[in-house]
Protein backbone atom coordinates (compact mmCIF):
# COMPACT_ATOMS: atom_id res chain seq x y z
CA UNK A 1 0.00 0.00 0.00
CA UNK A 2 1.39 3.35 -1.22
CA UNK A 3 0.87 5.96 1.42
CA UNK A 4 2.63 8.04 4.10
CA UNK A 5 3.50 6.87 7.47
CA UNK A 6 3.57 9.16 10.76
CA UNK A 7 4.75 7.65 14.40
CA UNK A 8 4.41 7.89 16.67
CA UNK A 9 0.33 8.80 17.41
CA UNK A 10 0.80 9.64 20.31
CA UNK A 11 4.09 11.80 21.97
CA UNK A 12 4.35 13.47 25.27
CA UNK A 13 7.22 15.78 25.92
CA UNK A 14 8.99 16.49 28.91
CA UNK A 15 10.00 20.22 29.70
CA UNK A 16 13.73 20.95 28.33
CA UNK A 17 13.32 17.63 25.74
CA UNK A 18 13.54 17.45 22.42
CA UNK A 19 11.51 14.94 20.29
CA UNK A 20 11.49 14.13 17.38
CA UNK A 21 8.41 13.15 15.11
CA UNK A 22 9.01 10.61 12.30
CA UNK A 23 7.17 10.61 8.56
CA UNK A 24 8.03 8.45 5.90
CA UNK A 25 6.65 8.00 2.58
CA UNK A 26 6.19 5.34 -0.06
CA UNK A 27 4.93 7.24 -3.02
CA UNK A 28 8.14 8.54 -4.36
CA UNK A 29 7.41 12.13 -3.81
CA UNK A 30 10.07 14.71 -3.82
CA UNK A 31 8.76 17.02 -1.52
CA UNK A 32 7.48 16.62 1.90
CA UNK A 33 6.02 18.82 4.51
CA UNK A 34 5.61 19.44 7.68
CA UNK A 35 2.48 21.43 9.45
CA UNK A 36 0.93 21.65 12.74
CA UNK A 37 -2.57 22.39 13.39
CA UNK A 38 -4.05 24.09 16.63
CA UNK A 39 -7.79 23.07 17.74
CA UNK A 40 -10.40 25.25 15.82
CA UNK A 41 -7.01 26.55 13.06
CA UNK A 42 -6.08 25.79 9.85
CA UNK A 43 -2.59 24.32 9.08
CA UNK A 44 0.35 26.24 9.35
CA UNK A 45 3.84 25.08 7.44
CA UNK A 46 6.84 24.61 9.55
CA UNK A 47 8.97 23.05 7.23
CA UNK A 48 8.71 21.98 3.51
CA UNK A 49 11.53 19.89 1.42
CA UNK A 50 11.16 19.85 -2.34
CA UNK A 51 14.81 17.63 -2.95
CA UNK A 52 16.81 15.70 -0.62
CA UNK A 53 19.09 17.13 1.37
CA UNK A 54 17.62 20.35 1.17
CA UNK A 55 14.42 22.38 3.23
CA UNK A 56 13.11 25.38 3.34
CA UNK A 57 11.64 27.47 6.51
CA UNK A 58 7.21 27.81 6.35
CA UNK A 59 5.41 30.18 8.25
CA UNK A 60 6.41 28.94 12.32
CA UNK A 61 9.87 27.17 11.33
CA UNK A 62 11.32 28.60 14.72
CA UNK A 63 11.66 26.42 18.05
CA UNK A 64 11.66 22.98 15.18
CA UNK A 65 14.49 21.45 13.25
CA UNK A 66 14.40 18.70 10.12
CA UNK A 67 16.33 16.91 8.17
CA UNK A 68 16.02 14.93 4.56
CA UNK A 69 18.73 12.61 3.98
CA UNK A 70 16.50 10.17 2.24
CA UNK A 71 13.67 10.78 -0.23
CA UNK A 72 11.08 8.87 2.09
CA UNK A 73 12.31 10.57 5.11
CA UNK A 74 11.59 13.75 6.63
CA UNK A 75 11.65 13.50 10.64
CA UNK A 76 10.57 16.81 12.47
CA UNK A 77 12.75 17.57 15.72
CA UNK A 78 10.47 19.65 18.19
CA UNK A 79 13.35 21.52 20.16
CA UNK A 80 12.95 22.82 23.90
CA UNK A 81 13.04 26.24 21.97
CA UNK A 82 9.90 25.38 21.27
CA UNK A 83 7.71 27.04 24.23
CA UNK A 84 4.13 25.41 23.17
CA UNK A 85 4.55 22.45 21.21
CA UNK A 86 1.39 20.30 22.11
CA UNK A 87 -0.49 20.60 18.71
CA UNK A 88 -0.97 17.71 16.19
CA UNK A 89 1.01 17.55 13.63
CA UNK A 90 0.77 16.56 10.03
CA UNK A 91 3.49 15.86 7.45
CA UNK A 92 2.87 15.30 3.94
CA UNK A 93 4.20 14.84 0.18
CA UNK A 94 3.79 15.65 -3.15
CA UNK A 95 4.98 14.99 -6.29
CA UNK A 96 6.70 18.51 -6.87
CA UNK A 97 6.00 21.76 -4.87
CA UNK A 98 6.21 23.97 -8.45
CA UNK A 99 4.08 24.86 -11.36
CA UNK A 100 4.12 22.02 -13.62
CA UNK A 101 2.26 19.47 -11.41
CA UNK A 102 -1.07 19.29 -9.74
CA UNK A 103 0.55 19.83 -6.68
CA UNK A 104 -1.91 18.12 -4.60
CA UNK A 105 -0.45 17.04 -1.06
CA UNK A 106 -1.01 13.45 0.32
CA UNK A 107 -0.83 13.66 4.39
CA UNK A 108 -0.44 11.33 7.09
CA UNK A 109 -2.46 10.12 10.32
CA UNK A 110 -1.06 12.75 12.57
CA UNK A 111 0.92 12.91 15.38
CA UNK A 112 -0.73 14.19 18.78
CA UNK A 113 2.53 15.80 20.75
CA UNK A 114 1.62 17.14 24.22
CA UNK A 115 3.67 18.31 26.78
CA UNK A 116 3.89 16.52 30.54
CA UNK B 1 1.23 37.51 2.25
CA UNK B 2 -1.21 35.32 0.58
CA UNK B 3 -4.53 35.12 3.56
CA UNK B 4 -7.30 32.82 3.44
CA UNK B 5 -10.55 33.27 4.96
CA UNK B 6 -13.65 30.81 5.31
CA UNK B 7 -17.01 31.45 5.91
CA UNK B 8 -18.49 30.06 8.13
CA UNK B 9 -16.30 28.34 10.15
CA UNK B 10 -19.48 26.37 11.78
CA UNK B 11 -22.10 25.19 10.02
CA UNK B 12 -25.22 23.29 11.42
CA UNK B 13 -27.63 22.03 9.15
CA UNK B 14 -30.43 20.05 9.02
CA UNK B 15 -30.32 16.45 6.73
CA UNK B 16 -31.55 17.44 3.06
CA UNK B 17 -30.89 21.18 3.31
CA UNK B 18 -28.59 22.84 1.03
CA UNK B 19 -25.97 25.39 1.62
CA UNK B 20 -22.61 26.76 0.61
CA UNK B 21 -18.92 27.21 2.50
CA UNK B 22 -17.04 30.29 0.82
CA UNK B 23 -12.98 30.50 0.44
CA UNK B 24 -11.82 34.27 -0.01
CA UNK B 25 -8.33 34.38 -0.83
CA UNK B 26 -6.28 37.82 -1.21
CA UNK B 27 -3.66 37.25 -3.99
CA UNK B 28 -3.63 36.24 -7.42
CA UNK B 29 -3.56 32.41 -7.33
CA UNK B 30 -5.14 30.11 -9.70
CA UNK B 31 -5.26 27.04 -7.65
CA UNK B 32 -7.27 25.68 -5.29
CA UNK B 33 -7.52 22.75 -3.48
CA UNK B 34 -10.13 21.20 -1.12
CA UNK B 35 -9.55 19.08 1.66
CA UNK B 36 -11.86 17.09 4.09
CA UNK B 37 -10.73 16.08 7.74
CA UNK B 38 -12.61 13.72 10.31
CA UNK B 39 -12.59 14.53 14.04
CA UNK B 40 -8.62 13.41 15.04
CA UNK B 41 -8.05 12.55 11.72
CA UNK B 42 -5.91 13.22 8.53
CA UNK B 43 -6.78 15.44 5.68
CA UNK B 44 -8.17 13.29 2.49
CA UNK B 45 -8.45 15.54 -0.75
CA UNK B 46 -11.88 16.16 -2.31
CA UNK B 47 -10.83 18.38 -5.28
CA UNK B 48 -8.23 20.36 -7.37
CA UNK B 49 -9.22 23.44 -9.05
CA UNK B 50 -7.07 24.68 -11.95
CA UNK B 51 -8.24 27.38 -13.80
CA UNK B 52 -10.90 30.24 -13.59
CA UNK B 53 -14.59 29.06 -13.92
CA UNK B 54 -13.48 25.54 -13.16
CA UNK B 55 -16.23 23.20 -11.56
CA UNK B 56 -15.87 20.00 -9.61
CA UNK B 57 -18.69 17.42 -9.01
CA UNK B 58 -18.12 14.55 -6.79
CA UNK B 59 -21.81 13.17 -4.90
CA UNK B 60 -23.23 15.98 -3.26
CA UNK B 61 -20.51 18.65 -3.04
CA UNK B 62 -19.40 20.77 -5.69
CA UNK B 63 -16.77 23.12 -5.98
CA UNK B 64 -16.20 25.92 -8.10
CA UNK B 65 -13.28 28.64 -8.92
CA UNK B 66 -13.60 32.17 -9.50
CA UNK B 67 -9.91 33.42 -10.02
CA UNK B 68 -11.34 37.28 -10.87
CA UNK B 69 -13.14 37.29 -7.46
CA UNK B 70 -10.71 35.20 -5.71
CA UNK B 71 -13.40 33.07 -4.32
CA UNK B 72 -14.14 29.32 -4.21
CA UNK B 73 -17.39 28.07 -3.16
CA UNK B 74 -18.09 24.86 -1.70
CA UNK B 75 -21.53 23.57 -2.62
CA UNK B 76 -23.98 20.82 -0.77
CA UNK B 77 -26.71 19.51 -1.90
CA UNK B 78 -29.07 17.51 0.33
CA UNK B 79 -26.92 17.28 3.29
CA UNK B 80 -26.75 13.64 4.97
CA UNK B 81 -24.92 12.77 8.35
CA UNK B 82 -21.89 11.00 6.56
CA UNK B 83 -20.53 14.62 5.05
CA UNK B 84 -20.23 15.91 8.76
CA UNK B 85 -16.51 16.68 9.17
CA UNK B 86 -14.31 19.96 8.84
CA UNK B 87 -13.34 21.19 5.50
CA UNK B 88 -10.01 23.41 4.31
CA UNK B 89 -9.77 25.15 1.07
CA UNK B 90 -5.91 25.72 0.25
CA UNK B 91 -4.89 27.84 -2.50
CA UNK B 92 -1.19 27.12 -4.15
CA UNK B 93 1.00 30.69 -4.04
CA UNK B 94 4.47 31.66 -3.97
CA UNK B 95 6.88 30.95 -1.28
CA UNK B 96 10.06 32.57 -0.80
CA UNK B 97 11.45 29.31 -1.98
CA UNK B 98 13.19 30.11 -5.70
CA UNK B 99 10.62 28.17 -7.85
CA UNK B 100 8.01 26.77 -4.93
CA UNK B 101 4.68 27.43 -4.47
CA UNK B 102 3.06 25.88 -1.45
CA UNK B 103 -0.30 25.85 -0.30
CA UNK B 104 -1.97 28.05 2.39
CA UNK B 105 -4.65 26.58 4.40
CA UNK B 106 -7.96 28.57 5.52
CA UNK B 107 -8.96 27.98 8.83
CA UNK B 108 -11.78 25.02 8.33
CA UNK B 109 -15.46 25.11 8.03
CA UNK B 110 -16.79 22.65 10.95
CA UNK B 111 -19.94 21.00 9.20
CA UNK B 112 -22.52 19.17 11.38
CA UNK B 113 -25.26 17.73 9.81
CA UNK B 114 -28.42 16.58 11.84
CA UNK B 115 -30.14 13.90 11.17
Known amino acids: DGGITQSPKYLFRKEGQNVTLSCEQN?????MYWYRQDPGQGLRLIYYSQIVNDFQKGDIAEGYSVSREKKESFPLTVTSAQKNPTAFYLC???????????????FGAGTRLSVL | ELKVEQNPLFLSMQEGKNYTIYCNYS?????LYWYRQDPGKSLESLFV?????AVKQEGRLMASLDTKARLSTLHITAAVHDLSATYFC???????????????FGKGTKLSVIP
Open chain 1, 27 to 31: LNHDA
Open chain 2, 90 to 104: AVEGPSSGAGSYQLT
Open chain 1, 92 to 106: ASSRRGDRRNKNIQY
Open chain 2, 27 to 31: TTSDR
Open chain 2, 49 to 53: LLSNG
